[in-house]
């Protein structure tokens, strides 16, 4: 639980563990890393408005080098400030004010469809996806290049492209995509799936700006044109 307000925090911190989550409060984000690397930890709260290192920064550094789900707590309540709550890597945000019911049954619900488990204990799968130069074990959750490069996806942008390789050359229409990738009943924003797509083709793609491998089929989605082959 990462806010820099005292008062805040600790609440929130004790009304979790009344309900039987295990919370180390963290009043920085430099006191968030010391305690990442001090024990495992299953996923973050992390509050947006913090001095120094705000906590969008924070989430951009976890993503790019963890799989540890973030969820964001923010005073934006616009559109376009919550995709970018999840273009930073977030799995999930929750717009203050809130009651603190709901916070705990968002922590439930990102940690049932991230399957968290500690460091070094994630089950692999038997089956990898390759295409172009890349390489996606969905046990691990890793996407790696012809290289031997890891290149970080957030849950959204995992799940995303899993939902894509796993139907190459099928039309999916924008709700078919919410529908295997958000995981629960929450009411999703407009272009999240659009925005997700462009993160992935910043990614995946030679150039992005004419993709090769995720193709938009215009009026009705988008599919993987690309060649997959499964081991």
Not at 52 to 74: Q, S, W
Not at 75 to 98: C, Q
Not at 144 to 169: H, M, N, Q
Not at 200 to 210: I, T, W
Request: hydrophobic share 40%; glycine share 6%; net charge positive.
């Amino acid at each position: 639980m990462v806010d820099d307000h005292r008062d805040i925090r600790e609440p929130r911190a004790r009304y979790l563990e009344e309900h039987a989550v295990r919370v180390t409060a963290a009043g920085s984000s430099a006191a968030a890393r010391r305690a990442l690397q001090a024990a495992a930890v299953d996923l973050v709260v992390l509050d947006i408005m913090m001095p120094g290192e705000d906590g969008l920064e924070l989430c951009r550094r976890l993503r790019a080098t963890t799989r540890i789900p973030v969820i964001l707590l923010t005073a934006m309540a616009e559109d376009t400030d919550r995709i970018v709550s999840l273009e930073v890597g977030a799995d999930d945000y929750v717009t203050k004010p809130f009651n603190l019911r709901e916070l705990l049954a968002r922590i439930k619900a990102v940690l049932r469809r991230t399957q968290s488990l500690p460091p070094g204990r994630e089950p692999r799968s038997a089956e990898t996806y390759r295409f172009d130069r890349w390489s996606l074990d969905p046990g691990g959750r890793e996407l790696v290049d012809e290289a031997g490069v890891v290149t970080p996806l957030s849950t959204g942008e995992f799940r995303l492209l899993t939902a894509l390789l796993e139907r190459p050359g099928m039309v999916l229409s924008r709700d078919q995509l919410l529908d295997l990738t958000r995981g629960r009943g929450a009411a999703p924003f407009d272009r999240a799936v659009d925005n997700k797509v462009s993160r992935l083709r910043r990614k995946l793609e030679r150039d992005p700006a004419n993709p090769k491998l995720i193709a938009t089929v215009w009026g009705s989605g988008y599919r993987f044109a690309g060649k997959v082959e499964r081991e």
